[in-house]
């Protein structure tokens, strides 16, 4: 089983920033990338990413720094040219989702802002960039445009790169969780012809009649097999995703467990690799009876506007959006970093910190030990996450190959 660092038989070599847990390199190696280094602001984090990785080579790091900035470059010039420059950069001050309202004054929106001033220092040949569909909206369009022209010129000595961008589900690419991101791909002026691939249609219509009952879409219709077969790894149900974990109550404490079962998709057998017979990351929140009493009278796939008037308790209709439940044959909604964005779809109860990290496409070996971080800071970090199978997908798409092909059939 290759964990994160592990170096492979590649000359191709990448640097991430904003690494946050691994996400983007768990895809990356999956391409035959080697990770040179990796950076990130929130410790915690980096403890994770160095847990799981065969070498630590995630420093903490605040890249807005001048000593940050230094520190970076006096690494690449240790370690030399790289092939690949990604970076998650946080995405908090550009998320209608949180604010309500485009951020002006997010501080983190700066950080994004430095990524052409770190293509000028690598000259990478590629850089990719992650964030929310909702920065192509940020202060009208203009945050995005200026990221996008100073990609194409980030410094000095000629340096110059074709850069384009695309909003990706990744419930396309085998997630089981219908997340929206944007993907900045820049390619270096006379080095390639590389392109980001077509998006591909979108779902949403079809995950709502299915979540509901509604109206199928003619159109998406097609899909409907695709979900259905567990061994489609096309799109992945929540099912498909889950089934195969522990049987769990809430306020469980953290310990190794036997699996419930065999796996029973293509997913599962790919998030639980080399067949380790326990799984961690089994704990799971206390909620509260009033919040357990609500959930009695939702069904999987629905939330707060699906309860009976009478049984509220109090419940503002504001909060209409709130206790969503996944619904068993659907991927899930976009998780947040908090634990009680969404429940599960069989018992009255949040999911655990497995669960959680399985919905975002990151494998079991990935570990979560409370000694490092608590449960909260876990959720926190893989609500973060970049999901490892949309990194995969999209740029063995860019590079010209079928990023189907580079996952083993023994798992990562």
């Known amino acids: 089983m290759r964990k994160i660092g592990t170096p492979a038989a590649t000359t191709l070599q990448a640097i991430e920033l904003c690494c946050g847990l691994g996400g983007i390199s768990l895809g990356l190696r999956e391409l035959g990338f080697g990770i040179q280094r990796a950076y990130d602001s929130w410790d915690k984090a980096v403890r994770i990413y160095n847990h799981n990785s065969s070498d630590p080579i995630a420093s903490v790091c605040d890249l807005l720094s001048r000593e940050g900035r230094q520190k970076v470059a006096d690494d690449f010039r240790r370690d030399g040219e ?208 009033e919040t357990r009493s609500r959930l009695r009278h939702i069904k999987p796939g629905g939330c707060a506007r699906h309860i009976p008037a009478k049984y509220l308790n109090g419940l503002s209709r504001r909060f209409g959006s709130a206790y969503r439940r996944l619904h068993p044959d659907v991927p899930s909604t976009a998780l947040s970093t908090k634990y009680d964005c969404v429940y599960h779809y069989e018992h009255e109860r949040s999911l655990s910190v497995r669960e959680y990290a399985r919905l975002q496409g990151i494998p079991d070996h990935i570990d979560f030990p409370e000694s490092l971080v608590c449960r909260r800071s876990a959720y926190e970090m893989i609500g973060n996450a970049v999901p490892p199978l949309l990194i995969q997908g999209v740029l063995g798409s860019v590079l010209s190959l079928d990023g189907k092909k580079f996952i083993p059939a023994g798992g990562w």
Request: glycine share 10%; with cysteine.
């Open 82 to 289: 790289i092939e690949l420059l990604a970076a998650g950069p946080p995405c908090q001050g550009f998320s209608i989702l949180r604010n309500g309202r485009n951020n002006v004054d997010n501080p983190h929106n700066k950080v994004l802002a430095a990524m052409p001033d770190y293509v000028a220092l690598f000259r990478p040949r590629l850089v990719l960039i992650e964030n929310v569909p909702t920065l192509a909206f940020h202060q009208g369009g203009t945050t995005l445009r200026s990221v996008l022209e100073r990609l194409e010129s980030p410094g000095p000595r000629g340096l110059r790169y074709r850069v384009g961008y695309e909003v990706y589900d990744t419930a396309l690419f085998g997630v089981p969780q219908t997340r929206r991101r944007i993907l900045i791909l820049a390619v270096r002026h006379g080095s390639g012809k590389e392109h980001l691939p077509s998006p591909g249609p979108d779902l949403r219509p079809l995950y709502t009649a299915l979540r509901h009952g509604g109206a199928m879409p003619a159109e998406l219709s097609s899909f409907v097999g695709m979900l259905k077969d567990p061994e489609d790894f096309s799109l992945t149900s929540a099912r498909q995703a889950l089934s195969d974990l522990p049987e769990l109550g809430e306020a469980q404490h953290e310990e190794p467990r036997l699996y419930r079962s065999e796996p029973a998709s293509a997913f599962q057998r790919l998030m639980r690799g080399a067949g380790q017979p326990l799984v961690s990351g089994t704990r799971t929140p206390e909620i509260r009876a």
